[in-house]
Antibody
């Protein structure tokens, strides 16, 4: 079945780095734009980043100030999020999500498939 | 950045009742680019409505969306026990960032 499985979350010290992965299965990963969305404990949803189906277009939330980098390997059906200089307020459950339409940049599109998330805790 | 404000913050209703959730945008949003998601406790969000009024695949017809410009509404015609959850609106039009509202919790009265 169509599935997204995130991994890579852990406890990291302030200033540390982490790379999250999102493994896709059950659909043609290379045809879909993908997103990262995060949710701090007890809080709402915050969009983090988007990458188009072919990797040619990336967008980020302004608040990240260049600390996060989204990438994908279509040969491995995997989406990544590299995070550096992590801060306490980056503590959150990180979800990957699929854009609804295929062969699309990812902007102007809702998210129809979500993973279960991977938890990132930034604490000393 | 388009800010989405959802109201009320919490809605206390009984099963079988009608729920009306509001999402107001700080500037006009094309109705093509407004979505609603449901998040049950401990679960990932689920797409309910896209394009302001189109139900996603497999979503029951008791869920409906409407609105245009800066005011959008999600209506649940008759609440089922599994509908008690948090609901988020999202705009995904124009330039980034894509933004979510703060959520409305529908709880059992």
């Amino acid at each position: 079945q169509v599935q997204l499985v995130e991994s890579g979350g852990s406890v990291v010290q302030p200033g540390g780095s982490l790379r999250l992965s999102c493994a896709a299965s059950g659909f043609t990963f290379s045809a879909y734009a993908m997103h990262w969305v995060r949710q701090a404990p007890g809080k709402g949803l915050e969009w983090v980043a988007l990458m188009s189906f072919d990797g040619s277009t990336k967008y980020y939330a302004d608040s990240l100030k260049g600390r996060f980098t989204i990438s994908r390997d279509n040969s491995k059906n995997t989406l990544y999020l590299q995070m550096i200089d992590l801060r306490a307020d980056d503590t959150a459950l990180f979800y990957c999500a699929r854009s609804r339409n295929s062969w699309y940049s990812g902007m102007n599109d809702a998210f129809d498939i979500w993973g279960q998330g991977t938890m990132v805790t930034v604490s000393s | 950045e388009i800010v989405l404000t959802q109201s009320p913050g919490t809605l206390s209703l009984s099963p079988g009742e009608r729920a009306t959730l509001s999402c107001r945008a700080s500037q006009s949003v094309s109705s093509t680019y407004l979505a609603w998601y449901q998040q049950r406790p401990g679960q990932a969000p689920r797409l309910l409505i896209h394009g302001a009024s189109s139900r996603a695949t497999g979503i029951p017809d008791r869920f409906s969306g409407s609105g245009s410009g800066t005011d959008f509404t999600l209506t649940i015609s008759r609440l089922e026990p599994e509908d008690f959850a948090v609901y988020y609106c999202q705009q995904y039009g124009g330039s980034p960032p894509l933004t979510f509202g703060g959520g409305t919790k529908v709880e059992i009265k």
